[in-house]
């Protein structure tokens, strides 16, 4: 799959969600492809995370995004079930606006039920694109990628590095670093490079061209 010159849409519930699942690829692609990452919850309801939303903006500046690409919205976190038609109303507004030739979202095998609601309606505002789920290791059951994207050791870093601006979230196993740094060396073996990012193949849709 090529990802020079296309839309690329990141689609994650709660801030640090998107840079987990794929912040090397982030990285990886920025400058070739049109990247818009959104964020569909700012948390902020929760008076123990009232610095992450200034630590998300950091942590996506070290992955090399562009504010303007980077957006949060304020659907209330854990309650994404009961707002199932206002977020796919939301992510058909995005497909109109943005108009995204691939899609990230979480992987089906997430069991937070705000990742759930992301995904289920993704397949529906997203019929005919290509839709890959990525993985958040914490609330994950059974997750094995079938789409790998090899990443080089600087993404690697990178990824570590962004991630390390989540000061509220230190002392979290999922957000340490040789964690981080194995789970794309696994992947990467997998794929037979040095590292690589592992994702769901939700719906792939291709097409032959003659050369």
Do not use: W
Request: proline letters at 3%.
């Amino acid at each position: 799959m090529n990802f020079y010159g296309k839309r690329v849409l990141f689609v994650g519930a709660h801030p640090d969600d998107i840079e987990l699942g794929a912040g090397a690829l982030i990285h990886n692609i920025r400058g070739q492809s049109e990247i818009l990452c959104v964020t569909l919850s700012d948390n902020q309801k929760n008076p123990m995370l009232k610095n992450v939303v200034e630590e998300h903006r950091a942590s996506m500046a070290v992955l090399g995004v562009n504010p303007k690409d980077d957006l949060i919205e304020s659907f209330e976190t854990r309650k994404f079930p009961d707002m199932r038609q206002e977020v796919l109303e939301y992510l058909l507004k995005l497909r109109r606006d943005f108009k995204p030739e691939i899609i990230f979202c979480h992987s089906q095998n997430d069991l937070h039920q705000d990742h759930n609601v992301i995904t289920q309606e993704a397949l529906r505002a997203y019929r005919g694109l290509t839709v890959l789920g990525f993985d958040v290791v914490r609330s994950s059951y059974n997750f094995f990628p079938h789409f790998f994207v090899g990443v080089s050791e600087e993404d690697v870093n990178k990824k570590i590095e962004a991630l390390l601006k989540y000061k509220t979230y230190h002392d979290k196993y999922y957000f340490n670093a040789e964690l981080l740094r194995a789970t794309m060396v696994r992947h990467g073996a997998l794929a037979e490079k040095p590292f690589a990012e592992g994702f769901d193949i939700l719906r792939v849709v291709g097409q032959f061209k003659k050369c």
